[in-house]
């Protein structure tokens, strides 16, 4: 099969190949996916699960792209729940080979069934920047109605659904990002927006939660806008500074079943927009992944047109 893989943690997306690979083995519990979109984000290749095994032994060469979406056409030993023909999406363990290929092997437990109103493009952009917005508001950020947000990074593919989801559970969200990027955190809803390049973000004033995709010193100075009680949840790292008198929380994205229903059945309905940039095939996947310019969206590979 073909497959994009990587060896070379210093390369970063550059490194990047098409490969010809076997195709995977179903093990206990997995399904082989025909894989027919999947998606990818940069640090992947910055985590330890893209090199090496749970016991630190080099796993390279590693295929990434950790949320896809396609057809099941085999069940591992002992696999139940998923049936071969079934439209399925979801997001792949860390440790194992992705799904920037043209097959992948994926524990069933793993995967959500993919109505068929939705496009595969469209599933693949969905479990990364979809469940880890669902965890950061409500697991991590114990969002209420009524309360103010700060969206850092809110044009982006996790920050354009935060922006969404915060909105329709009755939250004041207020996006910031590039001062280019002001329509489009407006258009996903938010009711305010905040320059980061112009703007002060100290003049937003006191908000319940932080949802930081950006880091850095914008990352710190946000954690002083945090009233008492309130939250900051990061998902670039461990936040360099807390809220005077909250909580500070970082995390990684988990699978989640019941999250991706959740999820799915809004996009079905129209009430959450994916944020879906460049859309390119496995063969220009490489060129597609180091893009030239700045882009807005997830870049979605279509690996079956
Ligand atoms: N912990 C987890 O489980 C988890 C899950 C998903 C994503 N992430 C991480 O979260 C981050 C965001 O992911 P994403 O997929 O949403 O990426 P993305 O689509 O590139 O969005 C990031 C947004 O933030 C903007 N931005 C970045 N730095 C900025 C700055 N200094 N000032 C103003 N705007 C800035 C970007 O604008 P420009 O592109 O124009 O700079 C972009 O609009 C990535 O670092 C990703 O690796 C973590």
């Known amino acids: 099969m073909k497959a994009i893989e ?11 190949k098409l490969v010809e690979r076997p195709e995977p083995h179903p093990s206990i519990n997995d399904v082989i996916v025909q894989v027919h979109a999947s998606g990818f984000v940069n640090t992947e290749l910055d985590w330890p699960s893209t090199w ?3 016991l630190d032994r080099d796993r390279t060469p590693s295929i990434p792209g950790h949320e896809l979406a396609g057809l099941v056409t085999a069940l591992g030993y002992g696999t139940t729940g998923l049936s071969v023909g079934q439209r ?3 997001l792949t363990d860390w440790y194992r080979d992705g799904g920037l290929a043209e097959y992948a092997a994926v524990e069933a437990r793993n995967l959500a069934p993919l109505p068929g109103d939705v496009d595969f493009a469209v599933g693949a952009s969905l479990p990364i920047s979809g469940l880890t917005v669902w965890q950061g508001l409500f697991q991590h950020g114990r969002l209420k109605a009524g309360q103010r947000i ?16 915060a909105r329709e559970f009755g939250a004041y969200v207020i996006g910031a990002g590039h001062a ?16 980061l390049d ?25 954690a002083r806008l945090v009233r008492a009680g309130g939250t900051l949840v990061s998902i670039v790292g461990p936040s360099e500074a807390r809220p005077a ?15 991706l229903g959740e999820i799915v059945q809004r996009v079905r309905g129209g009430r959450l927009r994916t944020n879906i940039g460049a859309v390119s095939s496995l063969d220009d996947a490489v060129a597609a992944l180091n893009p030239t310019e700045r ?11």
């Open 88 to 90: 399925v999406f979801g």
């Open 245 to 259: 008198d909250g909580l500070a929380v970082d995390f990684v994205v988990e699978s989640d079943l019941a999250q």
């Open 180 to 195: 280019a990027h002001r329509q489009t955190v407006l258009d996903f809803g938010a009711n305010e927006f905040v320059d």
């Open 6 to 16: 990587v060896t070379d943690q210093a390369a970063g997306t550059a490194g990047m």
């Open 198 to 222: 112009n703007g002060v973000l100290e003049d937003v004033g006191e908000v319940d939660l932080v949802l930081d995709a950006i880091g850095g010193e914008i990352g710190k100075r946000s």
């Open 52 to 54: 090496t095994d749970r």
């Open 295 to 305: 882009r807005l969206g997830k870049t979605i590979i279509r690996v079956r047109p």
């Open 150 to 165: 700060l969206a850092l990074g809110a044009a982006g593919a996790v920050g354009s659904m935060m922006t969404q989801l």
